[in-house]
């Protein structure tokens, strides 16, 4: 996994501390798109007579027809998971997608979506065969899928379930992601019970007890975990996370006048906490408030109460660990530890999840040895289109089993949305087929069982 593979030192701040960072997710849709214009362009001239430009036309329309509709299919299966789900917030979301979610059944119904109106406007004027076409596009489609998933890979996005112990050992059998994949702390840690986030669990946080310190406390470590290694221990208060102190945040939820009167109250007895950026909702807004010392966040819950808005409390660990920094993967703690004034740093550690299965590398290989059967029957297909139905067919037995491998809701009679996606591609491959075979002409040759290879294509 390797969600940032390198940065360009400009703009240093602006969008990380060290550059522009180039995202291996970001990288491998370049690598895919610029793959399959070259190869395109060669097999579109070659199989369906049609010039190189306007292949390129076409990618460029279906590529950005694709994100659309595989980023809709994701939010709209997603929708919980977005922190700001008002207009505004979904529409700034949606355009985040070197963060990953997309689903490839929403870019393949956004493509078909795309493909009908670029034929209906420019290749029906252009007499291009359809079925030709589809022929030369299916390896491509087969190659994209096999690029992509690699970078699902580098994002850390995708994941499988957790691995059986006899296939760890074998090779892809098992991959251990830092805790950044946010997609997998949800289903491993808070629904399934699985494992912690961090490698050790923490005690529940006190919110409005006479003078509790509300930041994180380590309650357990897991035995042989980083964590572990690092030296984490029982008891531990959090102080500092990489490097920066482990600031209280406070966030206030209610209509913009409350939350605003709370805030004045709250600068008027205390000082003037940092107040940072508001997300607004249709419930109102939520402004978030940081302290950095417990003083300041002991005078400030005592303003609060009674203020008639919503109060919530978490740290800086928290808000990390749950929105980690992209490209990073250490995680350096300095821990108050037996009553000591001052913070014992803790070695930098690494925290990973227990071992998931690689679905995405499963993807990988399967699309890999689709495209060498796809090229290989070729010369020998009944009639055009059938390279497309090949393609349809294993993709959709293939990810109806790799998505069983997947930690995934179900929607209905225990499927995935994935698998009834792929009971949809399969039924419609084989109606395809039918329609085909019943108004397409045999390049076999009538009575006889085995095709004519024809010239090299």
Known sequence: MQQVLFTIPFFRGSFQPDGIPMYGFGAMLFLCFVSVTLWGSRRARRTADMPPERF????????????????????????????????????????????????????????VIGYGLFYWFILRKLHIDGWRLADAVAPLLALGLAIGRIGCYLNGCCWGQVACEECRVVPLGAAH????????????????FLQTTTGFATEPRPMFGPYEDPRTRVKAVEVGSPADRAGVKPGDLVAKVNGAPNAIYVDLSGSEEKVDAAIAAVKGYTGAPRVLEPIRNVAGVRKRLEFDELPAYLEARSVLRGSGV???????????????????????????????????????????????????????????????????????????????????????????????????????????????????????AIGIELYLRWTMPSRWGRGTSVPAVPAAQ
């Open 56 to 111: 390129q036309d076409m990618v460029i329309w279906l590529f950005v027809t694709g994100i659309i509709g595989a980023r809709l299919l994701y939010m709209l299966q997603y929708t919980n998971t977005f922190p700001d789900r008002s207009i505004l917030g979904l529409v700034g979301a949606f355009f985040k997608i070197w963060e990953g979610g997309i689903i490839f059944y929403g870019s393949a119904l956004g493509g």
């Open 177 to 192: 992601f830092p805790l950044l994949p946010a997609h997998a702390r949800k289903s491993l840690v808070y629904d399934d």
């Open 310 to 428: 919503d109060v919530s409390v978490s740290d800086r660990l928290e808000d990390t660990v749950r929105d980690w920094p992209r490209g990073k993967s250490k995680l350096a703690l300095a821990v108050e530890r037996e009553g000591t004034a001052v913070p014992v740093d803790l070695a930098p550690f690494v925290p990973e999840t227990v071992g998931l299965y690689p679905t995405q590398l499963y993807e990988t290989v399967s699309m890999v040895l689709l495209i060498l059967l796809l090229l290989a029957y070729y010369p020998y297909r009944r009639h055009d289109g059938q390279l497309m139905v090949l393609l349809m067919v294993g993709y959709a037995i293939h990810r109806f089993i790799n998505e069983s491998l997947r930690i995934e809701p179900s929607v209905g009679q225990g499927l995935t949305l994935s698998q009834w996606g792929s009971v949809v591609i399969l039924v419609a």
